[in-house]
């Protein structure tokens, strides 16, 4: 599993971004895949997952009926589309790869393999 993040930038508040996470491995169909975020001084946070087959998915309260996961298994890829972006989004956003199956894992310790992040910063 090697996970490459992508799509992050400066936005202002209101503005979308879709951010994407594409894995050069071989078992990403088979994998459930997260997106969490950190903030500077803060620890990271959950922010949305999505099962293997891209039928179950779960985001955050705080994130809900702003942010969509969805996941590509025949490009490798998950994204995540963030709409209505506010300050408090600001953070170094992670995608992460965790076991198989129908699960929805929200917690980081669930997750072996990790991206090395994209940047989103949201002004006002």
């Known amino acids: 599993v090697q996970l490459q993040a992508s799509g992050g930038g400066l936005v202002q508040t209101g503005d979308s971004l879709r951010l994407s996470c594409a894995d050069s491995g071989r078992t990403f169909s088979s994998r459930t895949m997260g997106w969490f975020r950190q903030a500077p001084g803060k620890e990271r946070e959950f922010v949305a997952v999505?099962?293997?087959?891209?039928?179950?998915?779960y985001v955050a309260d705080s994130v809900k009926g702003r942010f969509t996961i969805s996941r590509d298994n025949a490009k490798s890829t998950v994204y995540l589309q963030m709409n209505s972006l506010i300050v408090g989004d600001t953070a170094v956003y992670y995608c992460?790869?965790?076991?198989?199956?129908?699960?929805?894992?929200?917690?980081?310790?669930?997750?072996?393999?990790w991206g090395q992040g994209t940047q989103v910063t949201v002004s006002s």
């Open positions: 992460a790869a965790g076991p198989g199956g129908t699960l929805l894992y929200t917690s980081s310790m669930s997750y072996a393999y």
């Open positions: 999505i099962n293997s087959s891209g039928g179950r998915t």
